[in-house]
């Protein structure tokens, strides 16, 4: 029988790279939790009526992409691998009354999602996001406290040639008047559209302004704009989030054709994308959703988010970075059953003291555990042989210096401050 191997659309992420994630993850919380941000764990599988009611049924991803079957209930209850995370939050919000705890919910999440879409460099059928929920409040400070998050985040990691494009889809009652607009605009062009779009044009017509279709996009070059379409009261709104952006310093690009994917967005919407990814240029997307809360049965809320996808975030990390090598304090070779045992049983007390310690347990021949510590990237090589298990003793060698002495095993363990201090002289002279 032959190996199993991967679905399509999902990968391994293996400890060449794990590093990466880590540190994304390691930063995400450190600047989330500045900000006063909880993080919030919501299941991997819901309902399907969640995604249909919150997502929109009109949408691509609720038409097309969405992981669904019938689990083993009597009868049988509709069940979808969550496609995005909003929705499950939202969720968790209301069934927990969250809300009844008062002022503006803080949340965030990181967590696979699942999207049956054609697999490509930075975009899989299980994929990863970070994002950011902020609940409560209808202020246009929401919104740029929001972007101004997810900015730090990625400037933190170290990314450039990051742009901001910034749109407003305005209100229902705003967004309504424009569809009928485009609709008009777009039906005398409908045979010329990609195929895609047409079906769109009756079902999701600002999804057409995304098309990346050649001359789809000629088409929409000319569409009426939403920002013709705003009302006075989401004009004033998104002049005061522009405003407030340039006062904090973040640049951004008005793109009158971003919409975004999902039908709960309302106001605000934008994009932070790298033109180091190539097509697939978004890192971080969102906006906010002022009515999805009472749509999916709780009080009104106002609420803004957006979500990083964390394997478009790694490909670029991977590109800026050199992998980091894990952190290793001493490597410990042995040889002999007596000896053996006791550097089990050393470095295991050497790791209750804090210390990193890597166990040879080939039982080579000493040259060849020794080739395996010089790779190891660890400061000093700890050696056990007959002799030293005789004796109750180790040999301590630094591996930059070549510098070694034998010494007691009780003895080295009553050194643990001492030994610190060589091993952070030795880390800051690197």
Known sequence: MGAIKTLRGTRDILPSEIGYW???ESVAREILSRAAYQEIRTPIFERTELFERGIGEATDVVGKEMYTFNDRATPPRSVTLRPEGTAGVVRALIEN???AQGG???LWYIGPMFRYENPQAGRQRQFHQIGLEVMGSNSPR????????ATDLLQTLGLKNLRLDLNSVGNNEDRQQYREALVEYLTPYKDELDADSQERLSRNPLRILDSKDKRTQEIAEDAPSILDYLSSQSKAHFETVQQLLTAIGISYHLNPRLVRGLDYYTHTAFEIQSDDLGSQATVCGGGRYDVLVAEL???????IGWAIGLERLILLLQQLQTPSVPKRDFYMVSRGERAEAQALELATKLR???FSVELDLSGSAFGKQFKRGDRSGAAACLVLGDAEAENGTVNLKWLQSGEQQAIAQTELLAKTDELRQQLDH???AI
Request: aromatic share 4%; net charge negative.
């Open 22 to 24: 880590q540190q994304v």
């Open 97 to 99: 009354s969250l809300y």
């Open 104 to 106: 503006v919910q803080r």
């Open 142 to 149: 929401a919104d740029v406290e929001a972007i101004a998050i």
């Open 297 to 303: 049965g709780g009080p009104d809320t106002p609420a």
């Open 352 to 354: 209750r003291c804090g």
């Open 426 to 428: 030795l880390a800051n």
